[in-house]
Protein backbone atom coordinates (compact mmCIF):
# COMPACT_ATOMS: atom_id res chain seq x y z
CA UNK A 1 0.00 0.00 0.00
CA UNK A 2 1.52 3.09 -1.15
CA UNK A 3 1.98 5.93 1.04
CA UNK A 4 -0.80 8.91 0.59
CA UNK A 5 1.55 12.13 1.37
CA UNK A 6 -0.08 15.57 2.71
CA UNK A 7 1.04 17.40 -0.10
CA UNK A 8 2.57 16.92 -3.71
CA UNK A 9 4.30 19.60 -5.87
CA UNK A 10 3.30 19.58 -9.76
CA UNK A 11 6.16 19.88 -12.27
CA UNK A 12 4.85 19.63 -16.05
CA UNK A 13 6.74 18.47 -19.14
CA UNK A 14 6.71 22.13 -19.74
CA UNK A 15 7.73 22.97 -16.17
CA UNK A 16 10.79 21.24 -16.90
CA UNK A 17 11.35 22.25 -20.31
CA UNK A 18 10.87 26.11 -19.06
CA UNK A 19 13.87 25.50 -16.61
CA UNK A 20 16.15 23.84 -19.07
CA UNK A 21 15.85 26.76 -21.98
CA UNK A 22 16.46 29.27 -18.87
CA UNK A 23 19.71 27.05 -18.17
CA UNK A 24 21.10 26.89 -21.61
CA UNK A 25 21.00 30.90 -21.67
CA UNK A 26 23.88 30.86 -19.40
CA UNK A 27 21.95 33.38 -17.02
CA UNK A 28 21.54 31.69 -13.89
CA UNK A 29 20.94 34.61 -11.50
CA UNK A 30 18.29 37.23 -10.87
CA UNK A 31 17.48 38.03 -14.37
CA UNK A 32 14.78 38.56 -17.30
CA UNK A 33 12.40 36.17 -16.32
CA UNK A 34 12.02 37.49 -13.27
CA UNK A 35 10.97 40.42 -14.78
CA UNK A 36 7.86 38.90 -16.88
CA UNK A 37 7.28 36.75 -13.43
CA UNK A 38 6.86 39.78 -11.78
CA UNK A 39 4.84 41.05 -14.46
CA UNK A 40 2.35 38.57 -14.50
CA UNK A 41 2.26 38.49 -11.42
CA UNK A 42 1.24 42.18 -11.20
CA UNK A 43 -2.10 41.50 -13.62
CA UNK A 44 -3.18 38.60 -11.45
CA UNK A 45 -3.19 40.21 -7.95
CA UNK A 46 -4.44 43.82 -9.53
CA UNK A 47 -1.19 45.68 -8.12
CA UNK A 48 1.33 48.18 -10.04
CA UNK A 49 4.54 46.07 -8.13
CA UNK A 50 5.88 43.08 -7.65
CA UNK A 51 9.70 41.46 -6.47
CA UNK A 52 9.91 37.90 -6.66
CA UNK A 53 12.48 37.25 -4.08
CA UNK A 54 13.65 33.56 -2.14
CA UNK A 55 11.18 33.21 0.08
CA UNK A 56 8.02 34.98 1.53
CA UNK A 57 9.85 35.18 4.73
CA UNK A 58 12.41 37.06 3.01
CA UNK A 59 9.11 39.27 1.73
CA UNK A 60 7.97 39.80 5.32
CA UNK A 61 11.36 41.36 6.70
CA UNK A 62 11.13 43.92 3.70
CA UNK A 63 8.07 44.42 4.20
CA UNK A 64 9.16 45.41 7.91
CA UNK A 65 12.11 46.96 6.99
CA UNK A 66 10.75 49.71 5.14
CA UNK A 67 8.67 51.48 7.61
CA UNK A 68 11.72 52.76 9.23
CA UNK A 69 10.73 52.11 12.54
CA UNK A 70 10.97 49.83 15.13
CA UNK A 71 8.13 48.77 17.57
CA UNK A 72 4.98 46.63 17.61
CA UNK A 73 3.58 44.00 15.02
CA UNK A 74 0.19 42.46 15.71
CA UNK A 75 0.04 39.13 14.27
CA UNK A 76 -1.53 36.09 14.83
CA UNK A 77 -0.01 32.78 16.79
CA UNK A 78 -1.96 30.34 14.52
CA UNK A 79 0.62 30.58 11.90
CA UNK A 80 4.53 29.30 10.84
CA UNK A 81 7.42 30.36 12.83
CA UNK A 82 8.38 33.08 9.92
CA UNK A 83 6.01 35.38 10.10
CA UNK A 84 6.88 35.49 14.50
CA UNK A 85 10.94 35.61 12.96
CA UNK A 86 10.43 38.01 10.48
CA UNK A 87 9.06 40.42 13.33
CA UNK A 88 12.09 39.86 15.87
CA UNK A 89 14.91 39.53 12.99
CA UNK A 90 13.64 43.06 11.92
CA UNK A 91 14.22 44.11 16.08
CA UNK A 92 10.66 44.50 16.76
CA UNK A 93 8.12 43.26 18.62
CA UNK A 94 5.47 40.34 17.71
CA UNK A 95 2.23 40.56 19.40
CA UNK A 96 -0.12 38.30 19.29
CA UNK A 97 -3.63 38.24 18.58
CA UNK A 98 -6.68 35.71 19.02
CA UNK A 99 -8.12 34.34 15.68
CA UNK A 100 -11.72 33.60 14.97
CA UNK A 101 -12.87 29.56 15.16
CA UNK A 102 -14.60 29.16 12.10
CA UNK A 103 -12.05 30.90 9.63
CA UNK A 104 -8.74 30.52 11.75
CA UNK A 105 -7.94 34.27 10.65
CA UNK A 106 -7.51 37.59 12.27
CA UNK A 107 -10.55 39.58 12.89
CA UNK A 108 -10.88 43.53 13.05
CA UNK A 109 -12.05 42.83 16.96
CA UNK A 110 -8.78 41.19 17.69
CA UNK A 111 -6.87 42.87 16.25
CA UNK A 112 -8.41 45.98 18.18
CA UNK A 113 -7.38 44.60 21.49
CA UNK A 114 -4.19 44.81 20.68
CA UNK A 115 -3.51 48.37 19.63
CA UNK A 116 -1.08 50.44 21.11
CA UNK A 117 1.03 54.09 20.80
CA UNK A 118 3.81 51.08 19.93
CA UNK A 119 2.20 49.47 17.34
CA UNK A 120 3.43 50.00 13.99
CA UNK A 121 2.07 47.17 11.93
CA UNK A 122 -0.57 44.64 11.22
CA UNK A 123 0.71 41.36 9.69
CA UNK A 124 -2.77 39.43 8.19
CA UNK A 125 -1.87 35.90 7.47
CA UNK A 126 -4.75 34.39 5.34
CA UNK A 127 -4.78 30.70 6.55
CA UNK A 128 -4.81 27.58 4.66
CA UNK A 129 -6.17 29.22 1.79
CA UNK A 130 -9.18 31.52 3.15
CA UNK A 131 -8.69 34.93 3.24
CA UNK A 132 -9.22 37.06 6.28
CA UNK A 133 -12.55 39.65 6.03
CA UNK A 134 -9.98 42.92 4.61
CA UNK A 135 -13.04 45.41 4.83
CA UNK A 136 -12.84 46.14 8.41
CA UNK A 137 -8.78 45.48 8.66
CA UNK A 138 -8.31 48.23 6.34
CA UNK A 139 -10.58 50.84 7.79
CA UNK A 140 -8.52 50.00 11.46
CA UNK A 141 -5.41 50.07 9.84
CA UNK A 142 -5.73 53.03 7.92
CA UNK A 143 -7.61 54.92 11.12
CA UNK A 144 -4.55 54.24 13.15
CA UNK A 145 -2.08 54.95 10.37
CA UNK A 146 -0.74 51.15 10.71
CA UNK A 147 0.98 49.25 7.93
CA UNK A 148 -0.43 46.28 6.98
CA UNK A 149 1.11 43.39 5.67
CA UNK A 150 -0.63 40.25 4.13
CA UNK A 151 1.19 37.03 4.64
CA UNK A 152 -0.35 35.64 1.47
CA UNK A 153 1.85 32.63 1.21
CA UNK A 154 -1.35 29.70 1.56
CA UNK A 155 -3.74 32.26 -0.51
CA UNK A 156 -2.64 32.87 -4.26
CA UNK A 157 -5.85 32.74 -6.35
CA UNK A 158 -7.76 33.62 -3.63
CA UNK A 159 -9.97 36.71 -2.87
CA UNK A 160 -12.21 39.17 -0.88
CA UNK A 161 -15.06 40.42 -2.72
CA UNK A 162 -13.26 39.43 -5.82
CA UNK A 163 -10.57 41.48 -4.91
CA UNK A 164 -6.96 39.20 -4.97
CA UNK A 165 -5.35 38.52 -1.47
CA UNK A 166 -1.99 40.30 -1.57
CA UNK A 167 -3.60 43.97 -3.23
CA UNK A 168 -5.47 45.19 0.31
CA UNK A 169 -1.57 46.24 2.30
CA UNK A 170 2.09 44.80 1.44
CA UNK A 171 1.56 41.43 -0.48
CA UNK A 172 3.75 38.64 0.77
CA UNK A 173 3.70 35.73 -0.95
CA UNK A 174 5.29 32.18 -1.10
CA UNK A 175 6.18 29.56 -3.96
CA UNK A 176 7.44 26.91 -1.30
CA UNK A 177 6.77 22.98 -2.97
CA UNK A 178 3.50 22.53 -0.46
CA UNK A 179 1.96 25.79 -2.16
CA UNK A 180 -0.60 26.67 -4.59
CA UNK A 181 2.24 27.15 -7.35
CA UNK A 182 6.09 26.44 -6.67
CA UNK A 183 9.73 27.87 -8.34
CA UNK A 184 10.93 24.78 -5.44
CA UNK A 185 11.86 28.16 -3.03
CA UNK A 186 10.56 31.40 -3.46
CA UNK A 187 8.40 34.66 -3.13
CA UNK A 188 7.16 38.11 -4.09
CA UNK A 189 6.42 41.18 -2.69
CA UNK A 190 3.54 42.82 -4.13
CA UNK A 191 2.59 46.71 -3.31
CA UNK A 192 1.32 50.10 -5.37
CA UNK A 193 3.73 52.24 -3.77
CA UNK A 194 6.75 53.40 -6.12
CA UNK A 195 8.88 54.56 -3.05
CA UNK A 196 8.41 50.57 -1.27
CA UNK A 197 9.26 49.04 -4.42
CA UNK A 198 12.19 51.08 -5.25
CA UNK A 199 13.72 50.42 -1.31
CA UNK A 200 12.75 46.72 -1.25
CA UNK A 201 14.69 46.55 -4.81
CA UNK A 202 17.58 47.88 -3.08
CA UNK A 203 17.18 45.25 0.27
CA UNK A 204 16.98 42.35 -1.60
CA UNK A 205 20.14 43.38 -4.19
CA UNK A 206 22.67 43.99 -1.65
CA UNK A 207 21.53 47.10 -0.93
CA UNK A 208 22.44 48.13 -4.15
CA UNK A 209 20.66 50.66 -6.60
CA UNK A 210 20.57 51.73 -10.19
CA UNK A 211 20.56 55.28 -11.00
CA UNK A 212 21.39 56.79 -14.05
CA UNK A 213 24.32 59.29 -14.44
CA UNK A 214 26.88 56.78 -13.21
CA UNK A 215 29.34 54.54 -14.53
CA UNK A 216 28.29 51.35 -15.94
CA UNK A 217 30.93 49.41 -13.49
CA UNK A 218 29.47 51.32 -10.76
CA UNK A 219 27.72 49.54 -7.87
CA UNK A 220 27.78 51.27 -4.61
CA UNK A 221 25.75 49.91 -1.60
CA UNK A 222 23.17 52.63 -0.26
CA UNK A 223 22.26 50.65 2.82
CA UNK A 224 22.98 47.05 4.93
CA UNK A 225 20.75 44.82 2.06
CA UNK A 226 20.99 40.96 2.09
CA UNK A 227 21.07 38.95 -1.19
CA UNK A 228 17.31 37.93 -1.22
CA UNK A 229 16.99 37.40 -5.07
CA UNK A 230 15.21 34.77 -7.17
CA UNK A 231 17.36 32.89 -9.96
CA UNK A 232 16.64 33.67 -13.80
CA UNK A 233 15.52 30.10 -13.93
CA UNK A 234 13.04 29.70 -10.66
CA UNK A 235 11.23 33.02 -12.25
CA UNK A 236 10.73 31.25 -15.29
CA UNK A 237 9.18 27.89 -13.59
CA UNK A 238 7.19 30.24 -11.95
CA UNK A 239 5.47 31.80 -14.89
CA UNK A 240 5.16 27.91 -16.20
CA UNK A 241 3.28 27.32 -12.73
CA UNK A 242 0.77 30.14 -12.82
CA UNK A 243 -0.55 29.82 -16.15
CA UNK A 244 -1.98 26.16 -14.38
CA UNK A 245 -2.81 27.90 -11.18
CA UNK A 246 -6.94 28.16 -12.33
CA UNK A 247 -6.80 24.62 -13.12
CA UNK A 248 -4.72 23.55 -9.99
CA UNK A 249 -7.02 25.48 -7.37
CA UNK A 250 -10.13 24.38 -9.17
CA UNK A 251 -8.36 20.95 -8.50
CA UNK A 252 -8.19 21.62 -4.89
CA UNK A 253 -11.77 23.29 -4.74
CA UNK A 254 -13.15 19.65 -6.13
CA UNK A 255 -11.37 17.99 -3.19
CA UNK A 256 -11.88 20.44 -0.57
CA UNK A 257 -15.99 20.17 -1.61
CA UNK A 258 -15.79 15.92 -1.22
CA UNK A 259 -14.12 16.28 1.96
CA UNK A 260 -16.80 18.60 3.36
CA UNK A 261 -19.62 16.53 1.89
CA UNK A 262 -18.28 14.09 3.94
CA UNK A 263 -17.81 15.12 7.52
CA UNK A 264 -21.10 17.00 7.32
CA UNK A 265 -22.62 13.42 7.62
CA UNK A 266 -20.46 12.78 10.40
CA UNK A 267 -21.39 15.89 12.79
CA UNK A 268 -20.89 14.55 16.14
CA UNK A 269 -17.02 14.71 15.71
CA UNK A 270 -16.48 16.81 12.88
CA UNK A 271 -16.87 20.23 12.10
CA UNK A 272 -16.34 21.24 8.72
CA UNK A 273 -15.32 25.31 7.71
CA UNK A 274 -18.00 27.25 6.50
CA UNK A 275 -16.88 29.77 3.72
CA UNK A 276 -18.61 33.38 3.16
CA UNK A 277 -20.22 34.14 -0.40
CA UNK A 278 -18.33 37.28 -0.42
CA UNK A 279 -14.53 35.20 -0.21
CA UNK A 280 -13.12 32.23 -2.53
CA UNK A 281 -11.08 29.82 -0.81
CA UNK A 282 -7.62 28.94 -2.37
CA UNK A 283 -7.56 25.67 -0.60
CA UNK A 284 -3.60 25.26 -0.08
CA UNK A 285 -4.78 23.08 3.07
CA UNK A 286 -7.68 21.47 4.07
CA UNK A 287 -8.28 21.46 7.84
CA UNK A 288 -11.42 20.28 9.53
CA UNK A 289 -12.41 20.36 13.37
CA UNK A 290 -12.41 17.16 15.14
CA UNK A 291 -13.29 16.73 18.57
CA UNK A 292 -10.04 17.00 21.04
CA UNK A 293 -10.69 13.80 22.93
CA UNK A 294 -10.63 11.85 19.16
CA UNK A 295 -8.07 14.00 17.15
CA UNK A 296 -4.72 12.25 18.34
CA UNK A 297 -6.50 8.84 18.33
CA UNK A 298 -7.58 9.25 14.56
CA UNK A 299 -4.10 11.41 13.51
CA UNK A 300 -1.75 8.49 14.64
CA UNK A 301 -4.66 6.05 13.29
CA UNK A 302 -4.20 7.30 9.26
CA UNK A 303 -0.58 7.64 9.62
CA UNK A 304 -0.72 3.65 10.60
CA UNK A 305 -2.55 2.82 7.13
CA UNK A 306 -0.22 5.41 5.25
CA UNK A 307 -2.16 8.56 5.40
CA UNK A 308 -0.30 11.81 5.71
CA UNK A 309 -2.43 14.15 7.93
CA UNK A 310 -1.00 16.52 10.62
CA UNK A 311 -2.09 19.47 12.77
CA UNK A 312 -1.29 22.99 11.49
CA UNK A 313 -0.30 23.97 14.38
CA UNK A 314 0.46 22.61 17.76
CA UNK A 315 2.39 24.43 19.49
CA UNK A 316 0.66 27.53 18.52
CA UNK A 317 3.17 30.37 18.64
CA UNK A 318 2.82 31.70 21.89
CA UNK A 319 3.53 28.21 23.02
CA UNK A 320 6.86 27.60 21.70
CA UNK A 321 9.87 28.08 24.28
CA UNK A 322 11.70 30.78 22.19
CA UNK A 323 8.55 33.06 22.36
CA UNK A 324 6.93 32.27 26.08
CA UNK A 325 8.10 36.11 27.12
CA UNK A 326 5.27 37.36 24.31
CA UNK A 327 2.72 34.52 25.14
CA UNK A 328 -1.21 35.65 26.24
CA UNK A 329 -4.28 33.96 26.86
CA UNK A 330 -5.44 33.61 23.51
CA UNK A 331 -8.71 31.02 23.91
CA UNK A 332 -9.80 29.97 20.31
CA UNK A 333 -6.10 29.45 19.34
CA UNK A 334 -5.37 27.11 22.27
CA UNK A 335 -8.84 24.87 21.26
CA UNK A 336 -7.71 24.95 17.60
CA UNK A 337 -4.49 23.61 18.34
CA UNK A 338 -6.09 20.63 20.06
CA UNK A 339 -8.73 19.87 17.37
CA UNK A 340 -7.23 20.78 13.90
CA UNK A 341 -6.75 18.32 11.24
CA UNK A 342 -5.51 19.09 7.82
CA UNK A 343 -5.68 16.37 5.14
CA UNK A 344 -4.06 15.44 1.57
CA UNK A 345 -4.62 17.69 -0.38
CA UNK A 346 -3.21 18.56 -3.91
CA UNK A 347 -4.26 18.74 -7.95
CA UNK A 348 -3.18 15.30 -8.33
CA UNK A 349 -4.29 13.69 -5.87
CA UNK A 350 -6.60 10.46 -7.41
CA UNK A 351 -10.23 10.04 -6.65
CA UNK A 352 -9.21 6.75 -5.55
CA UNK A 353 -6.96 7.92 -3.26
CA UNK A 354 -9.27 10.28 -1.82
CA UNK A 355 -11.77 7.37 -1.12
CA UNK A 356 -9.13 5.14 0.69
CA UNK A 357 -8.62 8.36 3.01
CA UNK A 358 -12.57 8.47 3.54
CA UNK A 359 -13.13 4.91 3.96
CA UNK A 360 -10.43 4.64 6.56
CA UNK A 361 -11.96 7.33 8.53
CA UNK A 362 -15.41 6.00 8.09
CA UNK A 363 -14.33 2.79 9.38
CA UNK A 364 -12.49 4.12 12.37
CA UNK A 365 -15.76 6.30 13.31
CA UNK A 366 -17.55 3.06 13.36
CA UNK A 367 -15.43 1.76 15.38
CA UNK A 368 -14.86 4.93 17.41
CA UNK A 369 -18.48 5.17 17.85
CA UNK A 370 -19.79 1.35 18.91
Known amino acids: MKQIPLFRPILSNNDYRTI ?33 MNSCTS ?27 AVLNTGNTPVFADVEI ?99 KKLIAHGISKTKNRHFWHRESELAGHNFRMPN ?54 SVIVKPKFRNNLLYHLREKKIEASVHFDPPLHKQKYLLKYSRNLKNTDKLSKSIMTLPIYPKLKQIEINRILKVIKNWYKKTNK
Open 20 to 52: VKSLKTGWLTHGYNNLKFEKVFCNLIGVKYAIS
Open 59 to 85: ALECALKIIKKKGEVIIPSWTWVSTAN
Open 102 to 200: NSRNLTAKEIKKCISKKTIAIIVVHYAGLPCEMGSIVRIAKKNKIELIEDSAETLGATWKNKQTGSFGIGCFSFFPTKNITTTEGGMLTTNSLKKYIEV
Open 233 to 286: HLAALGISQLSNLLIFNKKRLKIAKTYDNFFIKLSDIFTVQKVNKNLTHSYQMY
